[in-house]
T-cell receptor
Framework: GAVVSQHPSWVICKSGTSVKIECRSL??????MFWYRQFPKQSLMLMAT?????????EQGVEKDKFLINHASLTLSTLTVTSAHPEDSSFYIC???????????????FGPGTRLTVL | GENVEQHPSTLSVQEGDSAVIKCTYS??????FPWYKQELGKRPQLIID?????GEKKDQRIAVTLNKTAKHFSLHITETQPEDSAVYFC??????????FGKGTRLHILP
């Protein structure tokens, strides 16, 4: 089946530092990847849509200069949280949409998430 | 943009009884409605989905119904078991594009 990985699974950093999170599709190509943020006991909130080879599309209210997204290949997208602050502490989850085969509709597969704690 | 409302936020049912979670969506162009189960600290797991050309879909103890006219869709779990306890999210999207999630329902199965 389709597998999406994220690295790291958890990270603790000091306020003001930058953190990079990787999202990889391991056994399929993904032209589109999505980044979500989930605060404790809340829903997944879409942050941005990442398309391979082009700029990401950010949802309203998400600062593109703070959350840098790069989708350099069909299997890798990265999210960099710049100058992280305690309020950025959250569970970050990516999803990857597979390229359809044999006329089947594309499906999204979720990564395991990265728990970011900013001290 | 799309807005998905989900009710109830918390649901407790006796083991063996049925559980129903209801959602509404706002964008009539949405045509894909997945349901996810999420356990604490883990990724959401797709449990069932329905597309707009279908009114109902069933997979063992889980069923989903869709009313496009009313923009309602529901999840039904029958013969609930302890392992069904989790947070369930409904969602909506257009052609598997960005998925917009409801706020979630915390389901407790009581012994």
């Amino acid at each position: 089946g389709a597998v999406v990985s994220q690295h790291p699974s958890w990270v603790i950093c000091k306020s003001g530092t930058s953190v990079k999170i990787e999202c990889r599709s391991l056994d399929f190509q993904a032209t589109t990847m999505f980044w979500y943020r989930q605060f404790p006991k809340q829903s997944l909130m879409l942050m941005a849509t990442s398309n391979e080879g082009s700029k990401a599309t950010y949802e309203q209210g998400v600062e593109k200069d703070k959350f840098l997204i790069n989708h350099a290949s069909l299997t890798l997208s990265t999210l960099t949280v710049t100058s992280a602050h305690p309020e950025d502490s959250s569970f970050y989850i990516c999803s990857a949409r597979s390229i359809g085969r044999m006329g089947l509709m594309d499906t999204q597969y979720f990564g395991p998430g990265t728990r970011l704690t900013v001290l | 943009g799309e807005n998905v409302e989900q009710h109830p936020s918390t649901l407790s049912v006796q083991e063996g009884d049925s559980a129903v979670i209801k959602c509404t969506y706002s964008d009539s162009a949405s045509n894909y409605f997945p349901w996810y189960k999420q356990e604490l600290g883990k990724r959401p797991q797709l449990i069932i989905d329905i597309r707009s050309n279908v009114g109902e879909k069933k997979d063992q103890r889980i069923a989903v119904t869709l009313n496009k006219t009313a923009k309602h869709f529901s999840l039904h779990i029958t013969e609930t078991q302890p392992e069904d306890s989790a947070v369930y999210f409904c969602a909506a999207s257009i052609w598997d594009d960005k998925i917009i999630f409801g706020k979630g329902t915390r389901l407790h199965i009581l012994p």
